[in-house]
């Protein structure tokens, strides 16, 4: 990759005798560096009031954008710029069809790691170290207070890392702080937890019939299926899918939170429940389809925090999520290997899965007790 052209120019300051022109070498002034790179212009401070300093800067950045190391000028493999990568990787994002809602989220978090790059002379993939992302990651409390959104940003920039790796523009991905979250894990429902679950729909919307009978489904369905609420309440009636072949019931859909695909098997008895929710709308099981999804979201999920604790039911901070546990647990506790249980789960990495239900392996918890066990006869 070529480096683009950089000029040297000064911004003055006030009073300054040569304020007229831009390219004084003798000039105490600041010296900035300019390039144009795809159409866009860029601008960087040299950092120095040296005109030779800054012909040194000059020679460093062109170094570093085409890949050569600036000590010998040896080619290196090519550098990939941040922006472009970012750029690529949203568009990945969108072509995995993630909501542009998420998409959004990523855009403004990169922004701030291009930003912060750029701060410090950093324009290519390639300089994203561990060192230099570990300073980054100390800003994020001013930035984002909650722990848990932290540990949310640290995923996507885990995935943008993930992403740049697989592409082959880092050799390594850069080992990112930990975050240690506040907030209570959720837990799955017992048998008879969920029971008390539906049962209590009745006594809850009692004076709202067709509300506890989409609740109902609804619950029916995050249980059966896995979907987190937001991709349960978008669910569209195509993506339940019967298999005359094997005599039953599919949910086909995609996660919006990631993009990944998921084919999850629904008891019949289930999914002709949620088939038979009408809400007035012939494409989507539960959302009308007017309003945001966000709002609409943020509604049903109100409705759930009310049903659990009317079935003084608590344990964690996202009551709905408590759903999804309870699926991926109750497969994990049977035996469904880990690897699996991620896929339905619609997880971009088995460490995601790990990293939440290691704890409920059933394989591996009974390894464990073998060889705690055995040694009991010695």
């Known amino acids: 990759?070529?480096?683009?052209?950089?000029?040297?120019?000064?911004?003055?300051?006030?009073?300054?005798?040569?304020?007229?022109?831009?390219?004084?070498?003798?000039?105490?002034?600041?010296?900035?560096?300019?390039?144009?790179?795809?159409?866009?212009?860029?601008?960087q401070m040299a950092g120095t009031r040296s005109w030779a300093q800054a012909e040194e800067a000059k020679r460093n950045l062109e170094a570093q954008l085409s890949g050569k190391a600036p000590a010998d000028g040896e080619l290196l493999a090519e550098a990939q710029s941040l922006t472009d990568a970012i750029d690529t990787f949203l568009q990945e994002k969108r072509n995995q069809g993630v909501t542009e809602k998420v998409v959004g989220k990523y855009t403004r978090e990169l922004a701030r790691l291009r930003e912060f790059c750029e701060s410090r002379s950093i324009f290519t993939v390639k300089g994203l170290t561990r060192e230099l992302l570990t300073r980054y990651c100390a800003?994020?409390?001013?930035?984002?207070?909650?722990?848990?959104?932290?540990?949310?940003v640290r995923e996507r920039l885990r995935s943008f890392l993930r992403f740049c790796y697989e592409a082959e523009w880092l050799s390594r991905i850069p080992q990112l702080s930990k975050i240690e979250v506040d907030q209570s894990p959720?837990?799955?429902?017992?048998?008879?937890?969920?029971?008390r679950l539906l049962d209590t729909c009745y006594a809850t919307f009692a004076d709202d019939p067709a509300k506890?009978?989409?609740?109902?489904?609804?619950?029916?369905?995050?249980?059966?299926?896995?979907?987190?609420?937001?991709?349960?309440?978008?669910?569209?009636?195509?993506?339940?899918?019967?298999?005359?072949?094997?005599?039953?019931?599919?949910?086909?859909?995609?996660?919006?939170?990631?993009?990944?695909?998921?084919?999850v098997p629904v008891p019949?008895?289930?999914?002709?429940?949620?088939?038979?929710?009408?809400n007035g709308n012939p494409v989507y099981v539960f959302w009308s389809g007017k309003g945001l999804e966000e709002s609409v979201t943020k509604n049903w999920a109100k409705f759930l925090a009310r049903l659990f604790r009317d079935a003084r039911l608590d344990g964690g901070y996202m009551k709905s999520h408590r759903l999804r546990d309870t699926f991926g647990v109750d497969l994990l506790q049977k035996g469904v290997p880990l690897e699996e249980v991620s896929k339905l789960l619609g997880h971009e990495s088995i460490k995601t899965t790990e990293k939440h239900y290691s704890r409920w392996v059933k394989g591996r918890q009974d390894r464990l007790d073998n060889l705690v066990t055995a040694t009991w006869d010695k």
């Open 1 to 43: 990759m070529s480096a683009p052209v950089i000029t040297i120019f000064v911004r003055h300051s006030p009073g300054c005798k040569y304020a007229g022109d831009e390219f004084r070498k003798t000039c105490n002034c600041r010296k900035h560096l300019r390039w144009t790179h795809k159409g866009k212009q860029h601008r």
């Open 139 to 152: 800003t994020w409390p001013e930035v984002y207070p909650a722990s848990l959104t932290r540990s949310k």
């Open 186 to 195: 959720t837990l799955p429902l017992s048998a008879v937890e969920y029971a």
């Open 212 to 263: 506890r009978v989409r609740i109902h489904a609804l619950l029916q369905l995050m249980r059966w299926s896995g979907l987190a609420i937001r991709d349960a309440l978008t669910l569209k009636r195509e993506e339940i899918i019967h298999d005359a072949t094997k005599k039953l019931f599919r949910i086909v859909t995609a996660r919006q939170k990631t993009g990944t695909h998921v084919s």
């Open 268 to 278: 019949n008895e289930v999914a002709e429940e949620i088939l038979a929710v009408a």
